[in-house]
């Protein structure tokens, strides 16, 4: 079966090479231009692109697929090229471009999208971090027949994975990668014998995993500590928890409820290694936490470093 993979991020890039191991004919992939990162802005290739071309795989760039916009002649110039690849199926995995409807119809099956939840929860941008936020109890990996809609398309496979009560987005964004990578081979060796049976996805219990917003990182005490505690988690590594301290934005990076009280915000006791902050409803213990262009560091090294000590209550 040969196949076109489109993918940008590390995600992405675990689904290609379970797909290359697996022994699947991959003559073409499509990933984002190359963008600028770190701290010389250089233009970096994404993770899927330096697979590919580690592996001798073409890897094409267009800014755009859609023949009428911004960039026509991108379009044009990659609907060419998969037109010349023939391939019988496209893979995408957090690709980054909205496929338009000459995509989805080009290849023999369609494209299928290795999606992070279970559907028809979490559809839209950013699913892992909404799934912890919201303290679901699973999440998991749904291979999709992609339509017109927003992850709207049929269901073809799905598996669940357990949310841990210490899982960050950045752990459980590692495991689901592996999941989704061994669905993807498995989803596609059911295709080459003819095994799908596509499900509609229910009407029942859809949700949106609207894109995170650096506006969400500042912490608001007012809300309860559980609440706060998942958003934490959920934030880690983008875009973090924030408060502020002096002037200075403070990240915070990982806490645990405390059955006490006080007015929201309220430093309830700041000594040796424990900083516990009243919230709307119980507390927070704080116990990784990273000042402006400093690493993160426990709660004792934090107070050992605060001149003056902490003020009565934390913005």
Not at 90 to 95: E, F, G, P
Not at 219 to 224: A, G, K, N, T, Y
Not at 264 to 289: K, S
């Amino acid at each position: 079966m040969r196949l076109v993979f489109a993918g940008t991020p590390e995600f992405a890039r675990e689904a290609l090479a379970a797909l290359h191991t697996a022994g699947f004919q991959i003559p073409l992939v499509l990933t984002q231009p190359d963008r600028p990162a770190g701290r010389g802005m250089k233009l970096q290739a994404s993770p899927v692109k330096q697979f590919a071309l580690a592996h001798g795989i073409q890897v094409a760039q267009p800014h755009s697929l859609k023949l009428e916009g911004k960039y026509p002649d991108d379009a044009a110039a990659a609907q060419a090229l998969l037109e010349s690849v023939g391939a019988d199926v496209m893979v995408v995995a957090a690709y980054g471009l909205i496929l338009p409807t000459w995509t989805l119809q080009l290849p023999r099956l369609g494209c299928l999208n290795i999606h992070a939840s279970l559907l028809p929860r979490w559809r839209g941008a950013a699913p892992i971090h909404r799934a912890i936020e919201a303290g679901d109890a699973a999440t998991g990996i749904t291979i999709m027949q992609m339509d017109e809609g927003l992850d709207t398309g049929d269901m073809l496979l799905s598996a669940r994975e357990p949310i841990r009560p210490d899982d960050t987005t950045a752990v459980l964004h590692d495991r689901l990668t592996t999941l989704g990578g061994r669905l993807i081979v498995e989803a596609l060796e059911l295709a080459a014998c003819g095994g799908f049976t596509p499900q509609p996805q229910p009407t029942e219990g859809v949700t949106y995993a609207h894109k995170i917003e650096k506006a969400e990182a500042a912490i608001d005490w007012r809300q309860p500590a559980a609440e706060i505690e998942r958003r934490v988690r959920a934030f880690d590594p983008f875009p973090g928890s924030t408060f502020t301290l002096g002037g200075d934005t403070i990240k915070l990076w990982r806490t645990s409820v405390v059955h006490a009280s006080g007015s929201p915000g309220e430093v309830l006791h700041a000594q040796g290694d424990t900083l516990v902050v009243a919230c709307g409803e119980q507390a927070l213990a704080l116990h990784i936490l990273q000042r402006p262009g400093g690493k993160r560091v426990a709660t004792k090294d934090f107070l050992q470093n605060t001149p003056g000590g902490l003020p009565s209550y934390l913005a």
